[in-house]
């Protein structure tokens, strides 16, 4: 719904806009708010931010059309204003333009123009509103991502590897901070945030340091990802050294107890690698999926606080890398036989 201001200091413009356009009103295609002269308008306005267009005649007690003009560029470069007058000489007209004014109608008033200029200049202001979003989603986006990535993003070869689904090997780790629903539970929405980023932080600073990176974050867990050489050998790292830094955290003793620990489970093999989600959404995750990844996170489940477990499989390729220790076997879910688990200790 397009919300307009029509500002004018004759009151019948009111009765006829809204008998005219009463269909529009009752189907909520149109909101119309009223101004009798240019200072009651800039008061509407701060009533009513989300104004789309302004209305407005020229010649106004108090404040009149054309010092609106300037009143509104100053405050609001994207509220776009068509000034309605009588008064439609060219040197009104160019005063207007130049004031920033979108069009220029004349009365008396054809209300079919009217309607018109009216969804020409509404068609216009959203575009400019999505163009602003695009921009600041832009730049958030370069708050978080390399140059390099980005620049990539908007290549060919992006757009086609958007298209490919792949089979990989690689090894996928589940990091969940044990027992963070207590925090959520008892502390400020802004605390449990901070704390719960703080976590995350920590985390993310070990995975990236051997080479993996963060697929999703799911509540207060995160699922990474490794690839490329000793894959597995890296993941194992990096969750061992997640371990050591959150269990140098300080304990919480103000409204809880609460020691951050985590859980952790890993898995290796092969993955499908491709564009999860709804393209009619526009909501697509690049992620992997498969029975690899679904056992890893139920891995993650059987560790107790402080563990990091890893499959049989798992165990037999790092067994003479690692120190690790049999947990026993173990019912996954959909799983019809028990795994047999192992714990890395370092």
């Known amino acids: 719904m397009a919300k307009i201001l029509v500002v ?24 119309f708010v009223f ?8 008061e509407q306005l701060i009533t009513h931010t989300d104004v789309d267009v302004v209305l ?21 470069n994207l509220l776009k204003s ?11 007209i160019r005063t207007a333009m130049n004031r920033g004014a979108f069009d220029f109608i004349t009365k008396p008033v054809n209300f079919e123009d009217l309607e018109l200029t009216m969804e020409k200049t509404i068609k216009h202001v ?19 991502v390399d140059e390099t990535v980005l620049n990539f993003m908007g290549s ?24 963070f629903t207590t925090i959520s539970e008892n502390e400020p929405p802004d605390t449990v945030v901070k704390l719960l980023n703080s976590y995350f932080d920590v985390m993310v600073k070990e995975i990236i340091a051997q080479g993996g990176y963060i697929d999703k ?25 997640v371990r050591i830094q959150i269990e140098k955290l300080p304990s919480l003793h103000e409204h809880v107890e609460f020691t951050p620990k985590v859980t952790i489970g890993i898995n290796s093999g092969e993955m499908i690698s491709g564009n999860i989600g709804s393209s009619s959404l526009r909501r697509l995750d690049y992620t992997v999926i498969g029975d690899v990844v679904n056992t890893a996170q139920r891995l993650q489940s059987a560790a107790g606080p402080g563990q990091v477990v890893i499959s049989e499989s798992a165990y037999e ?13 173990f019912m996954l879910k959909n799983k019809s036989k028990p795994a047999v688990i192992y714990e890395v200790l370092d």
């Open 8 to 31: 004018d200091d004759e009151t019948d413009l009111e009765s006829l806009i809204k008998q005219k356009f009463r269909q529009k009103i009752r189907e909520r295609h149109y909101e």
């Open 35 to 42: 101004a009798s002269n240019g200072r009651h308008a800039l």
């Open 56 to 76: 407005s005649d020229i010649n106004m007690p108090e404040m009149d059309g054309l010092t609106l003009l300037t009143k509104l560029s100053e405050e609001n």
């Open 82 to 92: 068509v000034i309605v007058s009588a008064y439609g000489d060219m040197e009104n």
């Open 126 to 144: 959203n575009q400019m509103r999505e163009t602003m979003k695009a921009i600041k989603e832009n730049n958030i986006l370069r708050m978080y």
């Open 156 to 179: 060919r070869e992006f757009e086609s590897s958007l298209m490919t689904n792949d089979v990989v090997e690689a090894t996928v780790a589940f990091l969940d901070i044990c027992s």
């Open 217 to 241: 974050f799911i509540g207060d867990a995160i699922m990474a990802v490794f690839r490329g050489d000793f894959h597995l050998d890296r993941a194992i790292d990096a969750c061992l050294a």
């Open 317 to 329: 390729k790092v067994k003479e890398s690692f120190n690790c220790r049999k947990v026993g076997e």
